[in-house]
């Protein structure tokens, strides 16, 4: 959004798409664009899982064990642990991008 004004076609409703366009337009660099392509891709995969699979509202703290499991395996992750660690991690690295984009650190 801080780069719509002189670049109107970076826009899109779709967030990959959106990514996509701002690293084709040098607008963001490819690691983080990377990287968050990768967080978004696992953020939709463990929220439509856990809208599949949980009544609203979606609270993911009463996800089953097996539940657990399976959204560990659709990251590609041995375990429930792991995948928590990886969410803090992701978490943390778009947090960073975020800070360096918008706020320039």
């Known amino acids: 959004l801080i780069h719509a004004a002189d670049h ?3 826009l899109s409703t779709n967030t990959g798409q959106a ?3 701002l690293a084709a337009a040098g607008l963001i660099e490819t690691g983080p664009a990377e990287d968050l392509r990768a967080a ?3 953020y939709q995969t463990l929220i439509q899982l856990l809208r599949l699979c949980l009544p609203p ?3 993911p703290s ?3 064990v097996g539940l657990k499991r399976r959204l560990a395996s659709a990251a590609g992750l041995p375990d429930f642990a ?3 660690a990886e969410l803090r991690n ?3 690295r778009v ?3 975020f800070k360096r984009i918008v706020e320039g650190d």
């Open 8 to 10: 109107p076609g970076i």
């Open 19 to 21: 990514l996509d366009r």
């Open 40 to 42: 978004l891709v696992l």
């Open 57 to 59: 509202p979606c609270d």
């Open 62 to 64: 009463r996800a089953s």
């Open 82 to 84: 792991f995948l928590e």
């Open 90 to 92: 992701t978490q943390a």
């Open 95 to 97: 947090h960073r991008i």
